[in-house]
């Protein structure tokens, strides 16, 4: 449904709620969630804030995070032992003693473990070694298993929560909002969360546990090889520093340059028909490739800094593997340490550069990440703001009555008053017509009955009670309602005609029949099953208004709603649908909106609307004998004038 008049912008609506904060309005902290401006501030942060509301999500199945960091912790232990058991081995070749806590450490072997395994302690030093590796496998497997089905649950949460927020808002929301952008978030967004928890999560532990680990044993074999090794690694500190404060801009604006391309390509794919009626292949072609150039352009300048940061990495790496070389051959010809200490520490030294490099990595997907949680974070935080009050009541019955009192509407960021003062009721049973040139306000006023919009004065009741003091849900589930652009979902007929309801064929055939539509889909090859397409493209248009119609009348509603619903129909049509909706409900109210007359011309009153305005009120016979507003659009669609 389009708004009449003028269509509020962003820029807008942004004000206009900014002003209206103070008037209990929240559209201004919840309508700039995606707004880029919220999203590409220059703010710097070395890791950022969002990524770390992860850490609940992973709460919920603690059990199974805490399997896992055992495991990877094990996993790390297991995978550093064997190098000191290597070490023992070319000691015992070599016929060199190990002194200190090692040396305790080889004579335990050597004296207790060996003996239970073999009476050759090459052999034993084999089987250890063997074992370590064994141990690095299974552990590796439970922790990689635990953290990656966390990592799916986690997304499968987040995206419910981001899909919930988003079902939640109201109708209003949608209209400053590129459905390839929202979906994008979904997508992209929420996968990339994913690759945090399952990857980055063990990454972590890795650095840890292999850090601690490493570090333990080797002060314990020899500090001053320690502090050799270790010293250099303090520059990483600043270069991770640098790295993190000028990447994270780029990565937030690469995820942004996503959901545009995203955007565009739905809108593309969604207009086709009217992209070649055009002859606009060329031009949509160019669009396509100045959104993929702007997120070329930042992926290019990402990889740039990150591809600055790593030979960094490899730099101190170096220089820290040098200095160990030097000094360690000092202190093993000095006597200090053995050959086998020597072998040991230089083995454990070069399974130190994968954490290191493994922490660049990390730090460059947490930046990726950080930009994908403000996205997703935005939806989930979402709140709609027409809600249900905390004291509001349910209707606890059909729709009996419906009034507008004095009903005065604005839309967001705009001037022009749409609605001036409406009032009119109807009742049980009647059918009242709405009627007036676009832009009159005529759909404005059933969006304010579904509650999409709400008034800035005046109140809207049902069945005597302001709408805000009832339940949304309570109040639409009395109402049918059918839009000028009928949608439908990709699925079968079936499936779109009972859309949320438990009905059989039976029910949903008689619908269709009320509906007009039984005669085309008994001629269907496949009848109800028959497939729809996306958004309905495999039905005609007049059928697509037909099957929207019968979705509403399977509901049995109290109160129909049809704004613009036959426009796609033709007059015999009509006329059959007309006469079914009379003989169908007696007491059903009804509520249409129509530019065309003959759609209203059987109502118990026609309201007719100029700017905003009730100018002129009543039947067909009394509206067409006052020689108004309506008598003279009669005249001209009756061929008259």
Known sequence: M???????????ILYHSRLDMGAGHKRATQYEHLDPDALNDTKTEVLGKQIWRVIPYGYRYKMRALIGVLANGMARFADLLPFVFIGFAVDYYAGNETDGFFGSMRGFLDDSIFPLMTDNLAVGYGILIFLGFASLAVFQGISEYCWQTLGYKVQHDLRL????????ME???????QTGQLMSVLSADVNQLEDVISDASTSIIRIVVTFGTAFLILVLMSWKLAAVLFAPLVLIIPLVYLFSTRVQRKYRQQRESTGDITAVLENVISGIAVVQAYNAQEWEAKRVDSESTAYREQAIGASRDRNRFLPGLYAIAGIAFGLLVTVGGYLTKSGDISTGQLVTFLLISTRMTMPMFIFGMLVNQLQKGEASARRVFALVDLE?????????????????????????????GTTTKVLAGISFKVVAGQFLGVMGHTGAGKTTILKLLMRYYEPQSGRVLVNGIDVQDLTLDSVRNGMGFVSQEPFLFFGSLKQNVAYNREADDEEIMKALEMAGAAEFVDELENGLDTMVG???????????????????LLKNPSLLVLDEASSALDAETEKRIQENLLASGSERTTIAVAHRLST???????????????????NHDSLISNNGVYASQWRIQTGEI
């Not at 389009?2 to 807008?12: A, D, I, M, N, Y």
């Not at 929560?161 to 939640?168: C, F, G, M, N, Q």
């Not at 109708?171 to 909002?177: E, F, G, Q, V």
Request: charged share 30%.
């Open 2 to 12: 389009g708004h009449e008049g003028c269509r509020p912008t962003q820029l807008h």
């Open 161 to 168: 929560d981001a899909t919930r927020s988003l079902i939640d």
């Open 171 to 177: 109708a209003s929301y949608y209209d400053l909002r």
């Open 384 to 412: 709609p703001t027409i809600a249900d009050k905390e004291d509001a009541s349910e209707l606890g019955g059909p729709i009996y009555s419906v009034e507008f009192e004095e009903v005065h509407f604005t839309y967001p």
């Open 534 to 552: 996306d958004r309905g493209t495999m039905l005609s248009g007049g059928q697509r208004a037909r099957v929207s119609l019968a979705r509403a």
């Open 600 to 618: 209203i011309r059987n109502a118990d009153e026609i309201i007719s609307m100029v700017d905003g305005g009730i100018l002129e009120r009543g």
